[in-house]
Structures are given as C-alpha cells and as structure tokens.
C-alpha cells in the first residue's frame, strides 16, 4: 500500500479529533480552568499552612508554585488522555470506530495516528497553560520550554495509550466513565505532581512506594527535570517502557475486538 493513503488517514484522524475539540470550546476551558485553579487557590493554602514558599531540599530553591507546574501541566495530559479515549468508546456505541477499523490500513497505524492527535492536542491546551502562568509569576525558563517538549510529547503519548488500552477494554460508556474516575484521581494523587517524594516519605512508608511505583510520577519527573534542562534517565526509561507497553496492549485489544466480531 503506498505511502499517500496512511499520510491520507493520518491527516483525516487529525483533521477529525481537531474539529471534534473545536466545537467543545467548554473541553479547552476547563483543561485551562482546572489546573490554573490548582496553581492560584491550592498553592496560596500550602503556603498559609505550611508558613513556607519554597521546597527544599533542592540545590536551587524554588517557589512550590514553579514545583507543581510540571505536575499540573501532567495533569492536563492525564484528563485530555482519558477524555479522547472516552470519545472512542462513543465512537463504538455509535457505529463510527466500525468504520473505522475496517480500514484496509494496519490498526497499529490507526491506533497511532489516534494517539499522535491525542499529544498535539494536549500539547497546545499544556503551552496555553504556561502562557497563562506567566500572568501570575510562575515563569520558567524559557529554554525549558524547548526541551520540555520531548518530555511532554512522550507523557502525552503514554497517557493517551493507557487511554485506549481502557477504551479497547470497556464496551459500554457509563462504565468508562467510572472508570476514568478511578484511574485519574489514584495516578495523579498518589505522585509527585503536588508533594516531593521525600514528604510523602516523611508521611508514610507505603505510601511513598505507591507513588514511587506509578508511572505517572515518572512522567511527572521527566517533565518537571526537562522543563529545568536536565534529563532524568530513570523516568524516561519508565515512560518510554510504560508506553509501549500500553501501546501493544491496546493493540492487541482492538485486533481481538475485530477478531471476535469476524467470528
């Protein structure tokens, strides 16, 4: 098959999830809404509880408003992730993923080009959201936001995959949105997207662990080092590995969903 028709697919899956988020202007709000309220209201209380701005102990102090941007821009990652995938189980209640997936293309490409419009729609909701911390003095440095973008691609791309490994799994829409209740609020609590890990250490044993275990804490990291332009070689192992992981899970989801409708 020539190279023109997956071009062809890729821009007709990336055209169709573009103007499926236009028209929900009130889906970019809240993306925005959301995490913005985290970063004015939820930081303003830490340092009223805790008397303190800063989190040490890190070589260069920073203010905790700098600390959990990373982890609110993860955040918006996580929500657009769970919600593009939700789209794809109202895409099979109403008959539109059949035709998609009988598609003469390989379904790891159409899974691919779903998952690539998945990042670059969460990519311009996560800037947005760095435009608008630099109206309340969280600015980070500029050269961060260049080599933050692997970093925020990649997360996007894990996220999204663990999206569709959900969506390959769950046939019904009011399931998954128990769902996705229940997988975002343990990945992005249980992290280090608000608290250190070394302060949830001091809180609980376990519960450190849990963090230390969760992938999405690893995404978190990565993000939050390359925004400072380093590299965490330990979270971008985790991440790279947690996405292909998801990703052939996913995979192999969806082939035997057509499988048992061939039968």
């Not at 929900?24 to 209201?41: D, E, G, I, M």
């Not at 539109?96 to 490409?109: F, G, I, T, Y």
């Not at 009011?174 to 250490?201: C, D, Q, T």
Request: proline letters at 5%; charged letters at 15%; one cysteine or more.
């Amino acid at each position: 098959m020539r190279m023109t028709a997956y071009l062809i697919a890729l821009k007709g899956i990336l055209k169709r999830e573009f103007l499926r988020f236009i028209h929900q202007r009130t889906r970019f709000l809240s993306a925005l809404v959301r995490p913005l309220l985290w970063l004015v209201v939820f930081a303003a209380g830490f340092r009223a509880a805790l008397g303190v701005s800063i989190i040490p102990p890190y070589e260069t102090y920073i203010t905790y408003e700098t600390y959990i941007l990373p982890g609110l821009c993860c955040m918006i990652l996580l929500f657009n992730g769970m919600q593009s995938s939700l789209s794809m189980v109202y895409d099979r209640e109403m008959g539109s993923m059949k035709v998609l997936l009988m598609s003469p293309l390989p379904r790891a490409w159409l899974l691919f080009c779903k998952l690539i419009a998945i990042a670059l729609l969460s990519l311009a909701q996560v800037y947005a959201f760095i435009g608008l911390g630099f109206l309340v003095n969280v600015e980070p440095p500029l050269t961060g936001l260049l080599t933050v973008l692997p970093a925020l691609v990649l997360t996007a791309l894990m996220l999204g995959a663990i999206g569709l490994f959900l969506s390959s799994r769950i046939r019904q829409l009011e399931n998954f949105a128990g769902v996705m209740n229940f997988v975002i609020f343990p990945m992005f609590f249980m992290s280090s997207a608000l608290y250190p890990l070394w302060k949830m250490r001091e809180s609980s044993e376990w519960l450190y662990w849990i963090c230390s275990l969760n992938p999405f804490t690893h995404a978190v990291e990565l993000v939050r080092f390359a925004l400072y332009t380093e590299l965490n070689l330990e979270a971008l192992l985790v991440t790279t590995g947690t996405t292909l992981v998801f990703t052939v899970l996913a995979l192999l989801g969806f082939n035997s969903e057509q499988a048992v409708r061939k039968s």
